[in-house]
């Protein structure tokens, strides 16, 4: 099988750690060896993991106008070109972004199969890097069935000097489905007993992720994913899976308030301890917040702090480190141009300088959901109170979630995060039902809440299920996905269309097919409903 690819020519990265220490990766040392020349060095396999993870890097770049950006979110204004017309429903096949977050997935799925192709020559000390292969290539397929729908599902290197891509043609969603299950299933095996890094796939992640793809899937199997979301919930502590969460007794006093019955002794105020909980919520995201607490909030700036990233909450993440290079590539950027490198960020349309783009503008729907006096925690760690003005129902409000600084950045990209497996073990235990006393589900459920400041819950409805991710996840590109997966989008999306003056239909809650990829073979794909 090596003699398959011994003219390919591979770009990697080489890691200047070991797994064993969870640091920020470092792939900002591009070098470039023939395939064969790779696997006879020591970690050669190493190396071409970390350029799965590397080509991945690009793969959040863009995603969030192609899923945020269509849902009841955000909105952009109606004065930047291309991407007012994806937030309104009429994205083209031919659209640059459509295209690119194809080809972006692609990619890190053709270095992952290099892995898998030659996984027999893996030796033992690095056999994980075969589990974090199938991993990747099932993360990547993810991301594609729940964007374009039908898709293909590529296991092995094409050769391009062959017609080896007509075997692979757009199947069923279901069986995409099957085949991402199976892919994480794999991984699990190959990844159990591995050093957990947080930046690299690990077998907790992958548990919970087959559990999402179960959820996702057209026919969800709800018993399956419980199954497996409560291997990693009933043992988070085995996994170091916690939210971050102070509790009242530990939290910090911003200001004195007297007892009224002692006033020599300070009162803990509720405002007080929930602006314990926003500092605990910006922190997931390797946010602090400078010093300030004026009438009761935090009013201070956010800014990135690497030293924070890691941390029990987040399972899985893609590194970004703040470099200062020329040599860098942004989400439009052709695959030739794309030179390993960490001197790169996600989507810029999402940091502090975003809003020059005009795209993460909080929607009027939005902005009705989480008001700062119904969401005393999450408001202030998602939303630039700053631009923040109720009397203004044109304002232009942006979020703060990611406070990096211009296009190549140093906020890392969360994958998934404890809070999203506490969620989904609810979904899991509800059962596409209506509602559930089940106390599992209300625990799981009333973790997220207790760690957003707000009461407790006795009964857990699909709908409080579904405000509750829309919410906690505002800006992580869920909620579009949430919507599909609940049954929701027609209803919630035709809604916010008809309101909004938009041109949503049924069939666009999923992506045109690129027009690129059927021009490549034609006759040969076909084009989704709706377009």
Known sequence: MKNIYKNIVVGFSFLALLTSCETELDLSNPTALSLEELLQTDDGFIALSNGVLDAYQKVPANEFYLTELRSDNVRANSENGNFPLISSYNVDPNNGDVATYYSNNMHAIKHANTIIDN???APESQQYTVGEAYFMRALCHFNLVRAYQNVPYIDKVLDVTKDEALDYPQLPEAEVYEKIINDFK???AYLDGATVNRYRPSKGAAICLAAKAYLSQPSPNYGEAELLLASVVENSASYNYNLLFTERSNARQFEFNADPLDPTNDLLTDDEYNANLVIDYGNIFGNEISDGYTDGVLDGSWSNNPGLEINNEVIFSIAY???????YVTSDSGLDDQVETD????????????P???VNIATLEFLGVIKPEEQPVRFYASIDALSYNPADITNDTFNAKFPTDGEI???DWIVLRYADVLLLYAEAILAGGDSTTDTRALDAFNQVRARAGLDEEAILTKQALLDERQVEFVYENQRLYDLIRFNEADNVLGTFSTNNSLNYTSGKK???FPQREIDNLPNFYKQNNGY
């Open 409 to 411: 950045g140093d906020n």
């Open 510 to 512: 999923y992506l045109p």
């Open 356 to 358: 020059s783009n005009g």
């Open 343 to 354: 001197s790169e960020s996600h989507s810029f349309a999402m940091t502090l300088q975003g």
């Open 186 to 188: 794999t991984s699990i």
């Open 119 to 121: 996984r027999f020559l």
């Open 321 to 327: 480190d703040l470099v200062s290079s020329d040599n």
